[in-house]
């Protein structure tokens, strides 16, 4: 098994190589999700806060 | 005929349209994405043999040949979807074109950086001008070039106007720029030997090879649709229907 | 159409001569930025004969690239270039009238003065030769390319660096093969295929970067 992990003498080589994919690709992948969120947050808000002054403004 | 066609193809591009029809693709991509990725991966760095030239180093190539191929895949998806905003005034290609061009740096970068990695065992140096890799390195500045356009230009319909424009000069002088660093490289021969592109690749190195690039492709597809609904929600915040899902 | 074609050109000359800085300031640059070497890596013959092809292309590379800001700039400060649009000739004529008179004003000094810089570099006489049979391919894609990123970059106020980054990689084919040539001729190789390839970018480019850089000029104006 440690054999196969160390990949010869190039364990490190490719190791950091998926590795590094792995963290690149996964941050673009989750860059949006997270995006996401905070885009259905502030417009809710804002929606919010629209409602309100229009029914001061009708008040 | 064509005009049913253009009616079906804006009613498709209408955002309204497309927020539903992507939430539904996305995440078939996204899982078929993970699950090709995933075992692509198993197969390159367990089961596919070992190379008896380059040991097993070459495994990298599993990562480092679609990232490369998807960099230049979407720099085309860029240019075209660009064009098909400048002649049809389809707002949704200008979204796919700006949603894609992170994706792309980032899969460029990600060639670049394992093509160095794979190098250092293979050439002794971190840093060889191989062909393969100065022309990486030059589409890196062109997607650097573009980002950095979009980003100084305010407006953001002009933005992306000009991005297009910019998009598609770029993609008509990548086969040039291509060429042209092929050639430099076959004359200065003597520092480096080329051994990305192999004459012919085994059977069981292609499988997991072309299992890799499929699963690269459905990535890019459910990043850069997320990216672009994202976008949608917040140029289309004013229409009742964004108000509808955001306050449902 | 032709005479809105040469009346432009020769208002634009007009004008630089006017103004003569435009003209000698790339011209200085150039000679400045190819004596650096020497000085910043070593006065030997036999280095500077082998990189010099290199700099003194590199050198009017950035040049070319540093003075495409008076192909627009300052017809978009007076609202020329607002002019030039609503003009019932062809954009993308106009726009090569002021590329050429550009070239006219910027590039062709540079292969004026190449001989010198050659003969300083130590290049042979086929080199030198070789040398301005490139520069004159070569510079006018410089110009046409150039264009279209100076149309994109012309409404910002700082584009400057933009630019660079927008031109600078699709200058590089032109680096490659006119360096290429100026080195081969020196070791008395043949040089017909980089001619060729350079003749043929030439014709490329003077098709469509005019049109490309007045679609670039109609976003940027809007």
């Known amino acids: 098994m440690m054999e196969m992990l160390q990949m010869g003498k190039y364990g490190a080589y490719v190791w950091s190589s998926y590795g590094l994919a792995l963290v690149i690709m996964g941050y673009v992948a989750f860059k949006p999700v997270v995006d996401k969120k905070t885009i259905f947050k502030d417009l809710a808000m804002k929606y919010r806060r629209e409602t309100q002054t229009s029914k001061q403004e009708q008040a | 005929m064509m005009k049913a066609i253009m009616k079906f193809i804006y009613q498709f591009a209408s955002p309204k349209h497309f927020y539903r029809l992507s939430g539904k693709i996305i995440p078939w991509f996204g899982w078929l994405a993970a699950m090709l990725l995933i075992a692509g991966s198993i197969d390159g760095l367990f089961i596919a043999p070992v190379d008896y030239q380059q040991g097993d180093s070459y495994r990298i190539i599993f990562i480092h040949v679609p990232a490369a191929w998807m960099s230049m895949f979407i720099y085309m998806v860029m240019a075209i979807s660009g064009a098909i905003a400048l002649i049809w005034k389809i707002k949704l290609a200008d979204v796919i074109a700006s949603s894609s061009a992170p994706i792309g740096a980032a899969f460029t970068f990600l060639a670049l950086v394992t093509g160095s990695i794979w190098g250092k065992p293979m050439w002794g140096a971190w840093w060889v001008w191989d062909a393969r890799l100065t022309s990486e390195l030059i589409l890196l500045f062109l997607y650097l070039g573009y980002m950095a356009l979009e980003s100084a230009i305010e407006d953001p319909r002009a933005a992306a106007r000009a991005c297009a424009i910019l998009a598609i000069v770029g993609v008509i002088n990548i086969p040039i720029i291509h060429y042209s660093v092929e050639w430099w490289n076959t004359l200065h021969q003597g520092a480096t030997v080329t051994k990305f592109d192999k004459p012919s690749i085994d059977i069981s190195m292609l499988i997991p090879l072309l299992i890799m690039a499929l699963g690269f492709k459905l990535y890019y597809g459910a990043v850069v649709l997320m990216r672009a609904r994202n976008k949608v929600l917040v140029t289309e915040q004013n229409n009742r229907w964004v108000k509808d899902i955001i306050n449902h | ?222």
């Open chain 3, 1 to 222: 159409m032709y005479k809105a074609f040469f009346n432009l050109l020769k208002r634009d000359l007009r004008l630089a001569f006017r103004h003569k800085s435009e003209i000698l300031n790339p011209l200085f640059f150039f000679v400045i930025v190819v004596t650096l070497f020497p000085l910043g890596i070593s006065p030997e013959k036999q280095m500077l004969a082998e990189i010099g092809p290199g700099i003194i292309w590199v050198a009017a590379l950035l040049a070319a690239m540093l003075s495409l800001d008076s192909l627009f700039r300052s017809d978009f400060e007076d609202g020329t270039l607002e002019l030039m649009l609503l003009s019932e000739y062809p954009l993308s004529v106009l726009i090569l009238a002021k590329i050429v008179a550009h070239w006219l004003i910027t590039g062709f000094p540079i292969i004026i003065f190449s001989p010198l810089l050659g003969t300083v570099m130590f290049l042979s006489n086929d080199a030198i030769e070789t040398l301005m049979i490139t520069l004159l391919l070569g510079t006018p894609i410089l110009s046409l390319i150039g264009a279209i990123g100076m149309a994109l970059v012309v409404a910002l106020k700082r584009g400057g660096m933009l630019l660079s980054l927008l031109v600078l990689p699709l200058y590089i084919p032109v680096l490659i093969f006119s360096s290429n040539a100026v080195g081969s001729s020196m070791a008395g190789l043949s040089i017909s295929g980089q001619l060729y390839f350079l003749a043929a970018f030439l014709l490329f480019s003077l098709t469509l970067a005019p049109v490309a850089a007045s679609a670039a000029l109609r976003v940027s104006l809007e």
